[in-house]
C-alpha cells in the first residue's frame, strides 16, 4: 500500500532547532509538501520539494532525496507559535495527494 | 495563492438530517476542488475530488450517495452530508489546487451530529 511515516510528536524548546522526518512508499511519486496545522484551524502549506535536495523559506527548511524515499522539515529558531500539527504529504500524480499521520511539534518555553 | 472559504465553520444537527457545507474559490477559477475529512489527532483523509460540470470521483469506502458533492461552477464546491449520523461527526475541509505548488485550504467545517 502507499503510506507515509512521521513522528507522532517531537517536544523542542523555542529558539531551537527540530527536524521533523518523514519516509514515504507510493506507487507514484512527484513531491513532497509540508503543510502546518494549528488546533482547530485549516492546514497551511509550507514548502514544496520536487527535486532533490534543500528548499529554504525563511526560519523553515525542507528536504528531499528521491533515492532514499525521504525527507524531512526543519524549523530553526524555534517560536511558541510554532507548536502545531506537521503533515507531510506526496504528490503521487493526478491530482492524487496522501498525507501522513501528522507530527505534533510541542515547544516549551 | 488562492484563496479558498469554507462555510459554516462550524453546524451541529440532529441526527436523521442533511447539512450542506459550501467551498468556494475567491480568487482563483477552481476546475478541480477537494474534499477531506480529518477526525481529531489524525490525518486528513480524501474523501473525493469535484470536478466543476461533472460527476466527483470518490475514494475507496466513501458512500457517494451520503456525502453528495456538487461542483456547478468554477468557484463553488458543495458537499451535502444526508441523513447525517453522530460517525459522522468530524472536520470536513475542502481545497484548491493554485498556480503554484502544495493545495489551499479552506478553514474547514467542524460538524457534530446530536
Known amino acids: 500500500g502507499q503510506s507515509l511515516e512521521q513522528p507522532s510528536e517531537v517536544t523542542a524548546v523555542e529558539g531551537a532547532i527540530v527536524q521533523i522526518n518523514c519516509t514515504y512508499q507510493t506507487s507514484g511519486f512527484y513531491g513532497l509538501s509540508w503543510y502546518q496545522q494549528h488546533d482547530g484551524g485549516a492546514p497551511t502549506f509550507l514548502s514544496y520539494?520536487?527535486?532533490?535536495g534543500l528548499e529554504e523559506t525563511g526560519r523553515f527548511s525542507s528536504f528531499l532525496s528521491r533515492s532514499d524515499s525521504y525527507g524531512y522539515l526543519l524549523l530553526q529558531e524555534l517560536q511558541m507559535k510554532d507548536s502545531a500539527s506537521y503533515f507531510c504529504a506526496a504528490d503521487t500524480g493526478g491530482f492524487k495527494t496522501i498525507f501522513g499521520a501528522g507530527t505534533r511539534l510541542f515547544v516549551k518555553a | 495563492g488562492a484563496v479558498v472559504s469554507q462555510h459554516p465553520s462550524w453546524v451541529i444537527c440532529k441526527s436523521g438530517t442533511s447539512v450542506k457545507i459550501e467551498c468556494r474559490s475567491l480568487d482563483f477559477q477552481a476546475t478541480t476542488m477537494f474534499w477531506y475529512r480529518q477526525f481529531p489527532k489524525q490525518s486528513l483523509m480524501l474523501m473525493a475530488t469535484s470536478n466543476e460540470g461533472s460527476k466527483a470521483t470518490y475514494e475507496q469506502g466513501v458512500e457517494k450517495d451520503k456525502f453528495l458533492i456538487n461542483h456547478a461552477s468554477l468557484t463553488l464546491s458543495t458537499l451535502t452530508v444526508t441523513s447525517a449520523h453522530p460517525e459522522d461527526s468530524s472536520f470536513y475541509i475542502c481545497?484548491?489546487?493554485?498556480?503554484?505548488?502544495?493545495?489551499?485550504f479552506g478553514s474547514g467545517t467542524r460538524l457534530t451530529v446530536v
Open positions: 481545497s484548491v489546487t493554485g498556480a503554484d505548488y502544495g493545495y489551499t
Open positions: 520539494n520536487g527535486l532533490d
